[in-house]
């Protein structure tokens, strides 16, 4: 088919392009607005490593080929905080936090654990859920699973060396934005688009009239001599 053969096409089966385009908008609007509305729960917290006990030989009684102290503890801490962004998205984190809350959490509620930045030892931790209590409720359920057993996942946070501290205050927003409801409306929108186009050439394709002089030469092989012109009004 040549290019004008499928604009012939669109120009005959607009409707149904532009039919399922706006009714798949307003299907997706109507469920976007009435639909259960997610919240998110927002912490900061910062993981470190301490000095070791009381009693054990200062740094200066040390052999010259002994590491620093201050660097291996920055380091440790960074480690730990990688770790812990995957701890807190297992299995075995997710039901001791059910279980503390009396609450279903998975690990799609989880919704992101991350660094803030390689260099910091501070997590980012994001949840999600249906209620802005339960939200609030998890999120707490998160912090003090993590304070205060969090020497059941990694044996540094066993002794009195590790720390982990939420140095923000818990933040509970709506998920659904005006702006993420726009970019999911347009997505939906353009697939509505999409799956309209496709119907409209199946539409076409399995249509049998013959509509062109064209068509009548490449159905027949045979050359048009005349044609009737459409009468008008």
Same mark, same amino acid.
């Given at each position: 088919m040549e290019l004008r053969e499928y604009v012939a096409v669109l120009q005959r089966r607009w409707p149904i392009v532009a039919a399922l385009t706006i009714l798949t908008l307003l299907v997706s609007g109507v469920f976007a607005l009435r639909g259960p509305k997610a919240y998110e729960a927002t912490v900061r917290m910062t993981v470190s490593v301490g000095n070791p006990a009381v009693?054990?030989?200062?740094?200066?009684?040390?052999?010259?080929?002994?590491? /620093?102290?201050?660097?291996? /503890?920055?380091?440790?801490?960074?480690?730990?905080?990688?770790?812990?962004?995957?701890?807190?998205?297992?299995d075995a984190f997710t039901a001791r936090v059910s279980s503390r809350i009396n609450e279903e959490v998975t690990k799609a509620d989880i919704r992101d654990v991350t660094r803030v930045r390689k260099t910091h030892r501070i997590l980012d931790i994001t949840i999600q859920a249906a209620r802005p209590d339960l939200a609030q409720r998890v999120m707490a359920g998160i912090i003090q699973e993590i304070q205060q057993n969090g020497g059941l996942y990694l044996a540094e946070l066993a002794s009195n060396r590790g720390q982990i501290v939420a140095i923000d205050d818990t933040q509970v927003k709506s998920a659904t934005t005006t702006r993420s409801l726009a970019a999911d409306l347009g997505l939906r929108?353009?697939?509505g688009l999409f799956a309209g186009l496709v119907l409209a050439f199946i539409v076409d394709y399995l249509d049998s009239t013959v509509r062109s002089p064209r068509e009548v030469e490449r159905i027949l092989g045979l050359p048009v001599l005349g044609e009737i012109p459409a009468l008008g009004r």
């Open positions: 009693g054990a030989p200062p740094e200066a009684e040390a052999p010259p080929y002994v590491y /620093q102290r201050d660097y291996y /503890q920055w380091l440790a801490s960074e480690y730990l905080a990688d770790d812990l962004s995957e701890i807190i998205q297992s929108g353009a697939l």
